[in-house]
Nanobody, 124 residues
Framework: QVQLVESGGGLVQAGGSLRLSCAAS????????MGWFRQAPGKEREFVAT???????DYTDSVKGRFTISRDNVKRMVYLQMNGLKPEDTAVYYC??????????????????WGQGTQVTVSS
């Protein structure tokens, strides 16, 4: 099984940047598709970005041009570089993984493993 631990969250002013990291354990990491989701208070968890096992990426419209997802299969790490942060980006950010092939990696149901989350707070 894959175990995930997020880090890198914090408090930043609007327009600032943060890089989130997700450390993955398990022999199956290189065969995993990875995703980032976020959940703001009182709202449902929403898709942010995904990266496939060969590096293909996709993003939700609200973060396109600002966020970049990447992976390092040697270090077994996944990253989310967040630039031009806005107050509406404030949320707990979760790393997710799946070993299944799926056409729906922009939904929670496409993933089987989840980290504990890291808080990102953007002040105005």
């Amino acid at each position: 099984q894959v175990q995930l631990v997020e880090s890198g969250g914090g408090l930043v002013q609007a327009g600032g940047s943060l890089r989130l990291s997700c450390a993955a354990s398990g022999r199956t990491f290189t065969r995993s598709s990875m995703g980032w989701f976020r959940q703001a208070p009182g709202k449902e968890r929403e898709f942010v970005a995904t990266i496939g096992r060969i590096g293909s990426t996709d993003y939700t419209d609200s973060v396109k041009g600002r966020f970049t997802i990447s992976r390092d299969n040697v270090k077994r790490m996944v990253y989310l570089q967040m630039n031009g942060l806005k107050p509406e980006d404030t949320a707990v950010y979760y790393c997710a993984a799946t070993l299944r092939w799926s056409d729906t990696l922009a939904t929670e149901s496409g993933y089987d493993y989840w980290g504990q989350g890291t808080q990102v707070t953007v002040s105005s």
